[in-house]
């Protein structure tokens, strides 16, 4: 499968309505299940604890005719399943070795019964009671048994390995296991499990899926893997005891995958598991590797060997890919992370105030979205210092690119915001620099030129010749020079920008402190959204609104005869969305652009852009990104505030002259 290459795999868990002590039955309901996994194309697919019988048999455990009925089913269901089902799939049956019963799981692979894992912690409290029947695992003297005619691995030291799926490594546990302080999952995961499944028949009573849910998530982070969760259906409540067949599948602390509770339908719930970024993560947390040096009585472990040999034939995901991984979803938790992010700004920015005496904070403010954010956070700064706005020194630097709408909206920001406010027009300046340089811009000589005469002619130069860098960079480094000769800068460049290389070496690259750092235009138009619908009402409001509608541009290039702004970043670069979403998962997840490419054409993007242009601005943002790395090099300092970082000092280190080619190349397969 194309995903497949990619590092996913699809998982399953199953929780069938079954009949309490009827193996014949159940075991029908089980190849039914495996069927529908075949068509869906699931590779692993998990049932709930001890389902052949059903959990709730009570002392029929003790029964001969249960357990050989559950054998003979067991039989049956290994040989039949292989004609119906390619992959693997893990069933819990209860099995009598050494003279004790286990509550146990199968695991099974087209006919071949890999091996038998036994619950480690049986509950006997409240309303459970599985000592009266079963066995711990550690009191198992038998490493192997004898099950369908096979003679299999048995024991809690089992890993499950499918030598040709890079990353696919099974380890099982049933129900209480979890629930433990140390489950033998985290053994399993430390022993290189990526994938962890559960067999459980856990019942219900008020808010216990909640924590269900939670406990799930956080074995999966905390293990840095895939967390399968199958618990038994309402069909095996009985006597005092209700079920609701919570199924759940978790990855890295992220719930995937979730079925309704309390169906009275057969359940199945799919999702495809990122194995490539699991193994990532894990090679990037150092501490993860370290927790084998306390665990020595892991060595041994056994691995079962097989071969998945998935079939190619989907060429879709069944997860969802967010196409905009920087912003928060839903209204608490993006009220919640929107003032932690501010809060972060704001005690960082604070921290170095302080350090440095009380400065004056020179900021430039340009009518567009990253200057209105960090004009915002240095205003909050202030607030919490107990200074007076009168601390910030704002400017609006006009140039030839200005256009009177961003222009109006930064004076009127400096203006609500309360904050001492100049504007210089650096027309004059720049051109006298020009002068200096001999430099022609788009073919004009400036020499006994003014001002008004130069921008006149600027004005009407055609659309295919705009295009001029060194009279965008005089702009850019004249405002600098200004900003940083009226007090401690204050930096508004986003991630975004860093990444792409979209700033000018010297200019808007460079300031004393940077609150936006770490931040990404995405995140930056939100976060000045959600200020403006929450922080202030009236004029401000619309004022702000205004701020995240206007297109973004440096708005270097003149502006046209009808004093229209003709540079639009977006057009040139590409959707910030996009860059955005390659941005995320080169960094945080180390994808290769192939992967990059295939998540891409996953996700639902507001530019709905086709195959062809994602491939091209991917090509554009590997070669951006490379060429760019000497600006982030020397990096003024600023909070990281998220997962993703580009700070030279903390997340990021990388050689300036880094090749591109082999990330070409793999855009390109």
Same mark, same amino acid.
């Given at each position: 499968?194309?995903?497949?290459?990619?590092?996913?795999?699809?998982?399953?868990?199953?929780?069938?309505?079954?009949?309490?002590?009827?193996?014949?039955?159940?075991?029908?309901?089980?190849?039914?299940?495996?069927?529908?996994?075949?068509?869906?194309?699931?590779?692993?697919?998990?049932?709930?604890?001890?389902?052949?019988?059903?959990?709730?048999?009570?002392?029929?455990?003790?029964?001969?005719?249960?357990?050989?009925?559950? $054998?003979?089913?067991? #039989?049956? *269901?290994?040989?039949? &399943? =292989?004609?119906?089902?390619? @992959?693997?799939?893990?069933?819990? %049956? !209860? $099995?009598?070795?050494? #003279?004790? *019963?286990?509550?146990? &799981? =199968?695991?099974?692979?087209? @006919?071949?019964?890999?091996?038998? %894992? !036994?619950k480690a912690f049986l509950p006997s409290y409240r309303e459970f009671y599985e000592h009266r029947w079963f066995a711990p695992a550690r009191k198992a003297r038998s490493t192997t048994v004898t099950v369908c005619g096979q003679t299999v691995p048995f024991g809690l030291n089992l890993l499950f390995v499918a030598d040709d799926v890079e990353g696919c490594r099974l380890g099982v546990e049933i129900c209480e296991d979890l629930w433990t302080p140390i489950p033998p999952s985290s053994h399993q995961a430390i022993r290189g499990a990526t994938l962890l499944a559960n067999l459980s028949a856990s019942n219900e009573v008020i808010g216990k899926a909640a924590y269900r849910r939670q406990?799930?998530?956080?074995?999966?982070?905390?293990?840095?893997?895939?967390?399968?969760?199958?618990?038994?259906?309402?069909?095996?409540?009985?006597?005092?005891?209700?079920?609701?067949?919570?199924?759940?599948?978790?990855?890295?602390?992220?719930?995937?995958?979730?079925?309704?509770?309390?169906?009275?339908?057969?359940?199945?719930?799919?999702?495809?598991?990122?194995?490539?970024?699991?193994?990532?993560?894990?090679?990037?947390?150092?501490?993860?590797?370290?927790?084998?040096?306390?665990?020595?009585?892991?060595?041994?472990?056994?691995?079962?060997?097989?071969?998945l040999q998935p079939e190619p034939r989907s060429q879709s995901l069944r997860r969802w890919i967010d196409p905009h991984p920087f912003v928060p979803k839903g209204e608490e938790q993006l009220k919640e992370r929107c003032e932690e992010i501010f809060s972060a700004q704001v005690a960082a920015l604070g921290q170095r105030l302080l350090q440095v005496g009380r400065p004056t904070l020179s900021i430039g403010i340009s009518g567009g979205l990253d200057s209105t954010l960090a004009l915002l956070v240095a205003c909050k700064t202030v607030d919490s210092l107990s200074w007076p706005r009168s601390q910030i020194q704002a400017w609006t630097m006009p140039g030839f690119g200005t256009t009177n709408r961003t222009l109006a909206n930064a004076q009127k920001l400096m203006q609500l915001l309360e904050v001492r406010a100049g504007e210089a027009d650096i027309r004059g300046l720049c051109l006298e620099e020009l002068q200096l340089l001999g430099h022609q811009p788009f073919g004009i000589d400036p020499r006994g030129l003014d001002v008004a005469e130069f921008t006149e002619r600027l004005r009407h130069v055609p659309a295919e010749r705009r295009q001029d860098l060194v009279f965008e960079n005089v702009q850019a480094r004249m405002r600098t020079q200004l900003l940083m000769n009226s007090g401690f800068v204050i930096g508004t460049g986003d991630l975004s920008e860093l990444a792409l290389g979209w700033c000018t070496y010297n200019g808007d690259h460079m300031s004393m402190y940077n609150p936006n750092v770490s931040i990404p235009k995405t995140l930056v138009k939100f976060l000045v959204r959600w200020a403006a619908l929450n922080e202030f009402s009236g004029t401000p409001r619309e004022t702000l609104l205004d701020v995240v509608a206007t297109e973004i541009s440096p708005e270097l290039l003149p502006t046209t005869a009808d004093g229209l702004n003709p540079q639009s970043t977006e057009a040139v670069i590409g959707p910030y969305e996009v860059h955005d979403f390659f941005l995320y998962h080169f960094i945080r997840h180390g994808a290769p652009p192939a992967k990059m490419l295939f998540l891409a054409e996953q996700a639902e993007f507001d530019a709905r852009p086709?195959?062809?242009?994602?491939?091209?601005?991917?090509?554009?943002?590997?070669?951006?990104?490379?060429?760019?790395?000497?600006?982030?090099?020397?990096?003024?300092?600023?909070?990281?505030?998220?997962?993703?970082?580009?700070?030279?000092?903390?997340?990021?280190?990388?050689?300036?002259?880094?090749?591109?080619?082999?990330?070409?190349?793999?855009?390109?397969?």
């Open positions: 499968m194309p995903f497949y290459r990619h590092g996913f795999l699809r998982v399953g868990v199953a929780a069938p309505l079954g009949r309490i002590a009827d193996p014949g039955h159940n075991a029908d309901q089980v190849l039914a299940t495996l069927e529908r996994a075949e068509a869906a194309e699931a590779a692993v697919v998990i049932f709930p604890e001890l389902f052949l019988t059903s959990y709730t048999c009570g002392d029929l455990f003790q029964q001969e005719t249960l357990r050989h009925a559950a $054998l003979d089913h067991l #039989d049956r *269901l290994t040989r039949t &399943a =292989a004609a119906v089902y390619q @992959g693997l799939f893990v069933v819990g %049956v !209860p $099995l009598m070795v050494d #003279d004790q *019963l286990y509550n146990a &799981a =199968a695991v099974i692979h087209r @006919g071949r019964v890999l091996g038998v %894992v !036994p406990l799930v998530a956080n074995q999966s982070g905390r293990c840095m893997a895939a967390y399968l969760y199958s618990s038994a259906g309402v069909s095996e409540s009985s006597t005092d005891l209700v079920f609701s067949g919570h199924c759940l599948i978790a990855e890295n602390g992220v719930i995937l995958a979730e079925a309704p509770r309390f169906q009275r339908a057969d359940i199945l719930e799919l999702a495809d598991v990122d194995l490539g970024r699991l193994q990532l993560d894990r090679v990037r947390t150092g501490t993860f590797g370290d927790a084998n040096y306390y665990e020595p009585q892991l060595d041994d472990f056994r691995l079962c060997r097989f071969e086709s195959g062809q242009q994602l491939r091209q601005w991917l090509r554009l943002f590997l070669q951006r990104f490379f060429a760019s790395q000497f600006k982030r090099s020397c990096l003024p300092d600023g909070p990281k505030v998220g997962s993703v970082s580009l700070s030279p000092r903390g997340d990021w280190r990388m050689p300036s002259d880094a090749a591109v080619t082999a990330w070409l190349a793999s855009a390109d397969e």
